[in-house]
Nanobody
Framework: QVQLVESGGELVQPGGSLRLSCAAS????????MNWYRQAPGKQRELVAR???????NYLDSVKGRFTISRENAKNMVYLQMNSLKVEDTAVYYC????????????WGQGTQVTVSS
């Protein structure tokens, strides 16, 4: 079992920056792929960024060049650095851990609200 707790979401002006954190407990994160998803009101949840257990990263096209996902396995932490924030980045951001071995497993956090508004 993995418990995930997100933090760092807040109200920020367009063009501003935020760093979201995801703290894990219950199991070491090093063998998990880690993801940040977001869900805006009335929209489906979408994958924003992913970092594999090996350190490979992928990003949603609309955040490429602005967001950076990183992980600190020794601290069981995952981060999402968000720069040049836009109003359309407003959403609840969720952290997810997943892996296939030794068995398929997936864990979600409760989410943190990011609001970009002037």
């Amino acid at each position: 079992q993995v418990q995930l707790v997100e933090s760092g979401g807040e109200l920020v002006q367009p063009g501003g920056s935020l760093r979201l954190s995801c703290a894990a407990s219950g199991s070491a994160l090093s063998t998990y792929n880690m993801n940040w998803y977001r869900q805006a009101p009335g929209k489906q949840r979408e994958l924003v960024a992913r970092i594999t257990s090996g350190g490979n990263t992928n990003y949603l096209d609309s955040v490429k060049g602005r967001f950076t996902i990183s992980r600190e396995n020794a601290k069981n932490m995952v981060y999402l650095q968000m720069n040049s924030l836009k109003v359309e980045d407003t959403a609840v951001y969720y952290c997810k851990a997943d892996r296939r071995l030794p068995r398929i497993s997936e864990y979600w956090g409760q989410g943190t609200q990011v609001t970009v508004s002037s």
